[in-house]
């Protein structure tokens, strides 16, 4: 069975930093890609970073791009989104999704998805 659980959100300060953790379980890296999401009160969901499977290439929206990092942990079944210089419009909810191939998660679309961790950024 494909579980996904998402840890680390949190309220911060705009400027400051965290790092999501996505611990996975019923699949593999080398057999699935992986992406993070967020979505905020009354806006459409983004996807935010992803990585692929096998060589683990990474893909990021332009609003991310330079401020966030995306990671995985092969040892630890564990994918991450690490978050610097947060501004208040990176405030929603944060989701991990799994996917066959990335360019589905790219797409938006996933099969599995992890119930959220909230992360505020204040200013």
């Not at 332009?62 to 989104?81: E, H, M, P, Q, W």
């Not at 610097?84 to 099969?111: F, H, I, K, M």
Request: hydrophobic share 30%.
């Amino acid at each position: 069975e494909v579980q996904l659980v998402e840890s680390g959100g949190a309220l911060v300060q705009a400027g400051g930093s965290l790092r999501l953790s996505c611990a996975t379980s019923g699949f593999s890296y080398d057999d699935y890609a992986v992406g993070w999401f967020r979505q905020a009160p009354g806006k459409e969901r983004e996807g935010v970073a992803c990585i692929s499977s096998g060589h683990g290439d990474t893909y990021y929206a332009d609003s991310v791009k330079g401020r966030f990092t995306i990671s995985r942990d092969k040892a630890k079944n564990t994918v991450y989104l690490q978050m610097n210089s947060l501004e208040p419009e990176d405030t929603s909810v944060y989701y991990c999704a799994a996917a066959d191939v990335v360019e589905r998660l790219r797409d938006g679309r996933s099969d599995y998805w992890g119930q959220g961790t909230q992360v505020t950024v204040s200013s």
